[in-house]
């Protein structure tokens, strides 16, 4: 079974933080990676895509891939209370075309 | 980028109906999935449909399940004989070519009585 972990939270921080959400999945040859931001009620809304070793960041946000820990951390600076919602971690497996698994998601709080 | 639409939002049905959940692509992208997500549970993946085939499938997606894509620009997910389980919110997704990236639709939430 290949799976992916998140721990659930609920995580909160004060607006202007960094939130740090985090993400391990068991299947070492997975080669691609996601996050996508849940509201409530809501379908997942894609945040940022991660291939290779390293960050990747796209305003406030930033994707980190250690593939050798089988890691994958989003963070989100400047923090705003529009920013929670339950984010989900995403992977696609090896063996598999293009099917995503996803973790159970991060609740994720920020304090005005 | 523009999502998919789906129709119905919202789907009342009784045991053992059949269902049939529909999502329209904006844009002209060749794959496209199923997903589903129980109330308070992960997001499943159930089937992804390339090029008007089946490319993938789940163990979810059981012979209660069906996909086809009937007019070329509707794509379709059927549920026979509808279970109490099988309520959950459905989402559609489509793909671009070339890129792994999946966009998702609003979702059709299914309550099976």
């Known amino acids: 079974q290949k799976e992916v972990e998140q721990n659930s939270g609920p995580l909160s921080v004060p607006e202007g933080a960094i939130a740090s959400l985090n993400c391990t999945y068991s299947?070492?040859?997975?080669?691609?990676f996601f996050w996508y931001r849940q509201y409530s009620g809501k379908s997942p809304e894609l945040i940022m895509s991660?291939?290779?070793?390293g960050d990747k960041e796209d305003g406030r946000f930033t994707a980190q891939l250690n593939k050798a820990s089988q890691y994958v951390s989003l963070l989100i600076r400047d923090s705003q209370p529009s920013d929670s919602a339950t984010y989900l971690c995403?992977?696609?497996?090896?063996?598999?075309?293009?099917?995503?698994?996803f973790g159970s998601g991060t609740q994720l709080t920020v304090l005005p | 980028e523009p999502e998919v639409t789906q129709t119905p939002s919202h789907q009342v049905t009784q045991m053992g109906q059949e269902v049939i959940l529909r999502c329209v692509p904006i844009?002209?992208?060749?794959?496209f999935y199923w997903y589903r997500q129980i109330l308070g549970q992960k997001v499943e993946f159930l089937v992804s449909?390339?090029?008007?085939?089946?490319?993938?499938k789940s163990e979810i997606f059981d012979d209660q399940f069906s996909v086809e894509r009937p007019d070329g620009s509707n794509f379709t997910l059927k549920i026979r004989s509808t279970k109490l389980e099988d309520s959950a919110m459905y989402f559609c997704?489509?793909?671009?070519?070339?890129?792994?990236?999946?966009?998702f639709g609003p979702g059709t939430r299914l309550l099976v009585l």
């Open positions: 299947d070492r040859g997975s080669q691609s």
């Open positions: 995403a992977v696609n497996p090896s063996g598999s075309a293009r099917q995503l698994t």
């Open positions: 449909f390339y090029n008007n085939e089946i490319s993938e």
């Open positions: 844009s002209n992208h060749l794959y």
């Open positions: 997704a489509r793909g671009p070519s070339g890129q792994e990236t999946q966009y």
């Open positions: 991660i291939y290779s070793n």
